[in-house]
């Protein structure tokens, strides 16, 4: 099975790119993630069945409930998961150096 | 050559390694951790206080292009010229909690400098939701930009 594609064929769902941003900060159950979107209930779970059986998200069981978080085992498998930050500071530290060269020049 | 900005995540921890070298003499890079003007310049922030010493403070307040401002803050714990910094990060109004730095500043030759810079979050899963941060955002954007082509395409 290519993995890789099937994470990147599951993230291509706007519905599911806009549960991994909510649950990117706080694990939620099945419910609190369905309220937040207008979309019927059965195609959330469903959303959340893919997103898990690609091991996007992963389950816990808390007392009663269900709760859905991101894996972040699955985001060290997929070197891109960390490319991302590496550029935020890439980038950053890039504009520091072009900054501190003119101030050099200037003075 | 250009130089790269190393980053380490080890499984299962809750720090990063952020390496990276400068074409940069050690006191410039450093000043540019120390100096006001040229943090708002580099960091694309506003510098509302910075106090560089032991027990002080500091706060940034940075607005994006939609005019939203978002916060930063943190204490100085050890604040060592061209040498170390260790500080608290924070950024305000979001459950990402708080991260402890440490900012090691070394000369590699008499134009070139390394910074290494180690980051310790609450815990493991934290870390790794902080790591991902830029990659959900990055999806995020792609897909606005994506909708916006297929908006104006109608």
Redesign the interface.
């Given at each position: 099975m290519n993995l890789r594609r099937d994470v990147f064929q599951a993230?291509a769902d706007?519905t599911r790119?806009a549960i991994?941003?909510l649950v990117?900060?706080?694990s939620m159950t099945a419910g609190a993630i369905a309220a937040k979107f207008d979309t019927a209930r059965p195609t959330v779970s469903k959303h959340l069945s893919i997103l898990t059986e690609c091991e996007l998200l992963a389950q816990e069981q808390n007392g009663r409930e269900m709760y859905y978080?991101?894996n972040?085992k699955k985001?060290?498998e997929i070197a891109?998961?960390?490319?991302?930050?590496?550029?935020?500071?890439?980038d950053?530290?890039n504009?520091?150096?072009s900054?501190?060269?003119n101030?050099?020049k200037q003075k | 050559m250009e130089?790269?900005?190393?980053?380490t995540?080890e499984?299962g921890q809750q720090t990063v390694e952020?390496v990276?070298e400068?074409?940069?003499p050690l006191e410039?890079?450093f000043?540019?951790y120390e100096e006001p003007e040229?943090i708002e310049?580099?960091?694309?922030t506003k510098v509302q206080k910075l106090e560089n010493k032991q027990h002080g403070s500091f706060h940034f307040i940075t607005t994006d292009p939609r005019g939203n401002a978002f916060g930063m803050n943190g204490a100085i714990h050890e604040f060592s010229p061209n040498k170390r910094i260790v500080r608290t990060f924070e950024m305000e109004n979001?459950?990402?909690g708080i991260q402890l730095e440490f900012l090691n500043f070394e000369a590699l030759g008499e134009e070139t400098s390394k910074?290494t810079m180690s980051v310790l979050y609450e815990s493991?899963?934290q870390r790794?939701?902080l790591?991902?941060?830029?990659?959900?955002?990055?999806?995020?954007m792609a897909?606005n930009r994506l909708?916006d082509i297929l908006i104006n395409a109608k």
């Open positions: 993230i706007p790119r991994l941003v990117a900060t706080q978080h991101l972040p985001m060290k891109d998961f960390i490319e991302p930050f590496r550029k935020m500071w890439d950053r530290f504009k520091l150096e900054v501190m060269k101030y050099k | 130089r790269k900005t190393i980053v995540a499984n952020i990276r400068f074409d940069l410039l890079l000043k540019a040229l310049q580099w960091m694309n979001t459950p990402f910074l493991v899963t790794d939701q790591l991902q941060l830029p990659f959900i955002q990055g999806i995020n897909h909708q």
